[in-house]
């Protein structure tokens, strides 16, 4: 692949129809150890069998797991210079997953450069249609996707590549850039009531929308519902953003203000970004004790996920697990599901207040920014960089004793974690990536900012 391909080039030829076999899989993660590498789970036990906590969509009566498969982290695996996705690891989770109960798996045709919608029909084709829910998304981001036609062709696309003669959860991808963006995406063209007919038709099951923005685009939406008639509704929920996202997550909504508004209108909730990208599983070290401390036997992670499966109003809760230990996980903490107590919600809200406190680069390694244009792994530098801050190795203060130390671990697990030729000092500000970013960072500022900050310490 061309290091100049980018993102809307890709979508565009998914309005073409084409589904991409790419070297780099966006969204999907690199399997070849098998393991996520990290000790959280050394001592992990199996998940017990029979023990799923299900919610029933009061609308369609169907009975889902609340634990939702997101089918946007998939592993990959090498073959040549070339990246995909390890189809055999993908059905071995699959596989785990249904053995353990978990019935709703979510996809795009945006997620993993195209790959995902046709991985999770191999996967899922091998059990029987009524056993399972699929959720996938009309991911017309491009304009070149925004006319009736190509929209129509990605939407029967869907159901070629899950294999699939009707889609039981479908969505509007990612509304919330505006009422503008709204109105071209799927009302001028006459997408929206296309998959009205559709839903009557019976070839949609659920007819829902998935939501990142200000409350704009979302109000609108609700206020609408007695003509759409939603039938679930996605939203990012989490104790971080429940009402802090102005702070945690820039450019979203309060979580608590979603979801209250939701449960107004009877309406479940399908819960993303339960971890926020992995940042509530990767906290400070210093917060990591304090939750040891309070309950030793739950991982960082699980409380999230506890907390995001506490409401009444959630239907399912979507997790991306590219390991089977994400994935054993958390299965532990909804089989079954233990709701947290009042007490519990206060303790982690007194964790979210100490999060925003250090301040990191609210990125949440969806991969929506890739592939940059001139090769740098964007996502990658945000990552390392919160990683430092949260385990309290920045090397930021030069009259600290230990200032030396850190910062030639900073610099070398730099050069270790991102190939010099994708480093921050690369970036154009051509600003492709920012639009796309759904939790609003400007991302070629902050690159900037990191290579100051990488060019200070070197000289140093």
Not at 174 to 195: C, Q, T
Not at 424 to 453: R, T, Y
């Amino acid at each position: 692949m061309s290091k100049k391909i980018s993102r809307r080039s890709f979508l565009r030829m998914l309005g073409a129809g084409s589904v991409a076999t790419a070297a780099t899989l966006v969204g999907c993660k690199n399997s070849a150890s098998g393991s996520s590498e990290t000790d959280e789970y050394q001592n992990q036990v199996e998940p017990p069998k029979g023990k799923m906590t299900y919610r029933t969509n009061p609308k369609t009566q169907d009975k889902v797991s609340i634990l939702g498969y997101g089918m946007m982290r998939l592993p990959t695996i090498k073959e040549g210079e070339q990246e995909k996705i390890d189809q055999e690891q993908v059905n071995k989770l699959v596989d785990y997953a249904f053995e353990h109960g978990v019935n709703y798996f979510d996809t795009s045709p945006a997620y993993c450069m195209g790959g995902s919608e046709a991985a999770t029909g191999i996967a899922l084709h091998r059990y029987p249609r009524e056993k399972y829910y699929v959720a996938t998304k009309l991911s017309n981001f491009d304009p070149a996707t925004h006319s009736r036609e190509a929209s129509i062709e990605m939407y029967h696309n869907s159901m070629k590549y899950l294999q699939v003669d009707y889609i039981d959860y479908y969505l509007l991808h990612a509304v919330g850039g505006g009422m503008e963006e709204l109105h071209k995406r799927y009302i001028d063209n006459g997408m929206l009531d296309f998959l009205l007919e559709e839903r009557k038709a019976g070839r949609i099951r659920n007819l829902g929308f998935s939501y990142h923005g200000g409350p704009e685009v979302f109000d609108f939406l609700l206020s609408e519902n007695d003509k759409y008639h939603w039938d679930f509704v996605q939203i990012q929920l989490n104790y971080l953003d429940w009402d802090n996202a102005k702070e945690s997550s820039p450019g979203n909504t309060e979580s608590s203000y979603l979801y209250e508004q939701l449960q107004n209108l009877g309406i479940p909730a399908v819960i993303m970004e339960p971890l926020l990208g992995g940042r509530l599983a990767k906290i400070p070290k210093y917060l990591v004790k304090e939750m040891k401390q309070h309950d030793p036997q739950k991982s960082v992670a699980s409380w999230a996920f506890r907390y995001a499966g506490s409401f009444d109003g959630v239907l399912t809760v979507l997790s991306g697990m590219t390991y089977m230990e994400h994935l054993k996980d958390n299965l532990l903490s909804y089989c079954p599901l233990v709701p947290l107590t009042d007490e519990d919600k206060d303790f982690l809200y007194g964790i979210a207040a100490k999060m925003l406190e250090v301040k990191t680069i609210p990125c949440n390694d969806c991969d929506y920014c890739m592939p940059c244009p001139y090769g740098l792994d964007i996502p990658a530098h945000f990552v390392y960089y919160n990683k430092c801050l949260n385990d309290g190795t920045m090397p930021q203060d030069p009259d600290d004793e230990n200032y030396e130390m850190h910062r030639k671990h900073f610099l070398i697990g730099l050069d270790r974690a991102i190939p010099k030729e994708r480093q921050a000092n690369h970036c154009i500000m051509c600003g492709e990536c920012v639009p796309k970013c759904p939790q609003s960072i400007n991302i070629p500022q902050e690159l900037a900012k990191i290579d100051e900050f990488v060019e200070q310490i070197k000289q140093s």
